[in-house]
Nanobody
Framework: QVQLVESGGGLVQDGGSLRLSCVAP????????MGWFRQAPGKERDFVAA????????YYADSVQGRFTIFRDNAKNTVYLQMNTLKPEDTAVYYC??????????????????WGQGTQVTVSS
């Protein structure tokens, strides 16, 4: 079973920054769209950001636009989420996702077939 592995989460103060990474050991996703989602306690898993296979197309949720940046390094089979100016409402488990068939980024969970286990991001006020 394909496994995505996220890292980079942690505890940060309001206004701080974190960079999340996602890698798929043993498998390449260089031709796949990739995305980041997040889930806060008691809430649905929501779209955060997505990127096309080449990195030329990106989409963001309105709540993170201008603060978060998604980018990828296909040579390293890794996708990143740079999170700046973090707010307490950004606190959630962040999940990496890969599309099994699309090269174009999607905003729906249904666009992705492979998921990581998640990494916790906590922003203190």
């Amino acid at each position: 079973q394909v496994q995505l592995v996220e890292s980079g989460g942690g505890l940060v103060q309001d206004g701080g920054s974190l960079r999340l990474s996602c890698v798929a050991p043993g498998r390449t996703f260089s031709r796949s769209a990739m995305g980041w989602f997040r889930q806060a306690p008691g809430k649905e898993r929501d779209f955060v950001a997505a990127i096309g296979w080449s990195g030329g197309s990106t989409y963001y949720a309105d709540s993170v636009q201008g603060r978060f940046t998604i980018f990828r390094d296909n040579a390293k089979n890794t996708v990143y989420l740079q999170m700046n100016t973090l707010k307490p409402e950004d606190t959630a488990v962040y999940y990496c996702a890969a599309s099994p068939y699309s090269t174009s980024p999607g905003k729906s969970r249904n666009d992705y077939g492979y998921w990581g286990q998640g990494t916790q991001v906590t922003v203190s006020s």
